[in-house]
């Protein structure tokens, strides 16, 4: 391929904010848009998250996970400390507290290891009270380099930087579809079409609707999870000195109840997960009629719900009382028994969903001429970002 001259990302979160900046980077003069339909960057995924920079424990090796997370952390390392960007590593355990998730404990370390994660090592119950004095647990892992870092601040200055360098960033503006044509792309928006030699679609919760109107098949489709955040008072701030994480379950994708220690000094545990009637209301009941509509048309959905409804029943008691999700934080760290505080917005996660109902682990991207289309980047996808950014260039390269 040409070095393309005239090139556009969809989606100003952080994977599409790094991807512009990477494309302005590599290809020598080239003129690069950046597309996003709200009024400002991160809106989505990006500022509504848990702020960790994960270290690479759970990822199988070899996956694309595994090898754009680590290579994601130096970069945001790298990024953050030329930019101004707050960043801590205040380190993470992984609390085993049955027999039982002390084996699975044992698989996460055995893959730590091989995707060459610094410094992690397993901990007693002695070792796991020198490091983390109020977390109680049989045994757990520690990872002294896992970090927690401010995404907003940290995609501002991507797209700052990306502005400075001459990039154009076009807020406000929704892209309705893409339409390979020549060896160009054709970009529709609201407002008008541009074409361009390559357009790489970074969207989202909305990435399975643009790859679908843009004439890409739909699967895989996006089942949006919710995860609900409690900000704990003030007076608990120094109730741990990292992050405090469960031992997940092998079969959903997702953490666990966790508590985090946030940028600003506060101290949050979530985020749970259950399945969203909406793919962007973080506040009040949360539902949408289309997108509550396009999940119950899922082929793979009802196979996928009938098959967890033992996880969904376990998960709706945090949902809907505040005393269960804090109890749930509290296994992990009991003088948290009881703690205050009050809910913040919800995040909502982008999880890609086959048509046989398996949710889809790793990242996925797909190629359509000159077009690329990010069809999964879940977490640690804020992680990953700037690593996304040059695999994704890299791609689109050849
Ligand atoms: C609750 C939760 C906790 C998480 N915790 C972590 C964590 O601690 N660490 C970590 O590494 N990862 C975490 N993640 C995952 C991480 O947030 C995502 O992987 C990452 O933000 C994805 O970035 P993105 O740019 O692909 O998506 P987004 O941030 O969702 O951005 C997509 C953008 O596309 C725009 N868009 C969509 N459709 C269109 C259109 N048609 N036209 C124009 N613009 C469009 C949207 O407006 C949006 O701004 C978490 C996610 C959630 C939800």
């Known amino acids: 391929m040409n070095a393309p001259k005239r090139c556009a990302v969809i989606g100003a979160g952080i994977i599409g904010t790094a991807v512009a900046r990477e494309l302005l ?23 509504h998250n848990s702020g960790v920079v994960h270290a690479g424990l759970y990822y199988e090796p070899g996956s694309l996970k595994a090898r754009l997370c680590r290579r994601g952390v130096s970069l945001l390392q790298e990024f953050s400390a030329e930019h101004d ?5 205040c380190g993470k355990v992984v609390v085993a507290t049955t027999t039982q998730e002390e084996s699975r404990l044992e698989d996460i370390y055995a893959r730590a290891v091989a995707n ?11 070792g796991l009270a020198e490091t983390e004095p109020n977390a109680a647990g049989r045994a757990a892992l520690h990872s002294p380099h896992t970090a927690i870092i401010d995404y907003t601040a940290a995609t501002e200055a991507l797209a700052r930087d990306f502005r400075s360098n001459g990039g154009v960033v076009r807020l406000s503006t929704s892209v309705v579809r893409l339409q390979n044509k020549g060896g160009k792309v054709l970009v529709y928006t609201t407002h008008d079409v541009e074409e361009f030699d390559l357009v790489i679609a970074c969207a989202g919760l909305q990435s399975d609707r643009l790859a679908r109107r ?6 895989p489709a996006i089942v949006p999870f919710f995860g609900q955040y409690f900000i704990l008072d003030a007076q608990f701030d120094d109730a741990v000195k990292g992050l405090v994480y469960p031992v997940p379950d092998p079969q959903y994708p997702f953490l ?24 962007e209301k973080y506040r009040g009941l949360g539902f949408d009629t289309p997108d509550a509509l396009s999940i119950a048309r899922m082929p793979g959905f009802w196979k996928f719900a009938s098959q967890n409804l033992a996880t969904a029943r376990r998960e709706i008691g945090g949902v ?18 009881g703690a205050h505080g009050k809910r913040a917005d919800r995040g909502i996660r982008a999880q890609a969903m086959r048509r046989n109902g398996e949710l889809v682990d790793d990242f996925v991207i797909q190629r359509r001429g000159a077009a690329l289309f990010v069809r999964n980047a879940p977490s640690p996808g804020a992680t990953s970002s700037l690593a996304i950014a040059e695999y994704l260039v890299d791609e689109a390269s050849q």
């Open 25 to 47: 980077q590599r290809f020598d003069g080239a003129q690069v848009t950046l597309f996003d339909k709200e009024d400002h960057v991160a809106a989505h995924q990006t500022g």
């Open 85 to 89: 960007v707050p960043y801590e590593e």
């Open 116 to 126: 060459g994660v610094p410094g992690v090592k397993m901990l007693d119950c002695d």
């Open 214 to 219: 843009s004439g890409e098949e739909d699967d």
């Open 256 to 279: 666990g109840v966790h508590v985090t220690r946030r940028i600003d000094g506060g101290l949050m545990i979530g985020p749970n997960a259950f399945l969203s009637f909406s793919r």
């Open 320 to 337: 809907l009382s505040t005393k269960k999700f804090v109890e749930e934080a509290a296994k992990l760290v009991p003088n948290l028994t």
